[in-house]
T-cell receptor, first 117, second 108 residues
């Protein structure tokens, strides 16, 4: 089954304790992205990646790192989490368009609810 | 700076009503615009619009894009309680940027 998986689904941690949220897709998508969703603010993009070893900042990259060493995986790293990073996080993937074409839909993972105390 | 504005932010209607949700955008390198429905979990895809003036339909939902005026609308006719959700629009360029969403509540 084509899907995007995230782990963990729920995480409660304390300030300053490094954590990684994994994201994996089995659709051979080039484009992957991380979002956080907070009440009243919608989905805000943290980082995105257009292919292996190619990553770029989205709207709210501060406090986060990503890596794209393999096409299928795009982990989100919080080196020193703080309470303002308490949020619902979504990973998404899609095909990347060739020149002149358009994006396909983004497929979303189930979300990771993170609480930083 | 790229921006996406959805309106209204919140809407309460009764079953059977028709609603129109708006999405205006200013983005560089625009390629297409996507609409998603989000209930209690991850967003689910509704439409992708690439050309102005061509309506896309799926059951009671339809959407259209105006690339000259930089907006899109999502219409839902004969609303049902199952349409209650947050509806998100996202213009596509390199960094896919979502609007804050419209929270639709359909009362019986």
């Amino acid at each position: 089954e084509a899907q995007v998986t995230q782990n963990p689904r729920y995480l409660i941690t304390v300030t300053g304790k490094k954590l990684t949220v994994t994201c994996s897709q089995n659709m051979n998508h080039e484009y992957m992205s991380w979002y956080r969703q907070d009440p009243g603010l919608g989905l805000r993009q943290i980082y995105y990646s257009m292919n292996v070893e190619v990553t770029d900042k989205g709207d709210v990259p501060e406090g986060y790192k990503v890596s794209r060493k393999e096409k299928r995986n795009f982990p989100l790293i919080l080196e020193s989490p703080s309470p303002n990073q308490t949020s619902l996080y979504f990973c998404a993937s899609s095909l990347f368009p060739t020149s002149g074409s358009t994006y396909n839909e983004q497929f979303f993972g189930p979300g990771t609810r993170l609480t930083v105390l | 700076e790229d921006k996406v504005v959805q309106s209204p932010l919140s809407l309460v209607v009764h079953e059977g009503d028709t609603v129109t949700l708006n999405c205006s955008y200013e983005v560089t390198n625009f390629r297409s615009l996507l609409w998603y429905k989000q209930e209690k979990k991850a967003p689910t895809f509704l439409f992708m619009l690439t050309s102005s003036g061509i309506e896309k339909k799926s059951g009671r939902l339809s959407s259209i894009l105006d690339k000259k005026e930089l907006f899109s609308i999502l219409n839902i006719t004969a609303t049902q309680t199952g349409d209650s959700a947050v509806y998100l629009c996202a213009p596509n360029n390199n960094d896919m940027r979502f609007g804050a969403g419209t929270r639709l509540t359909v009362k019986p």
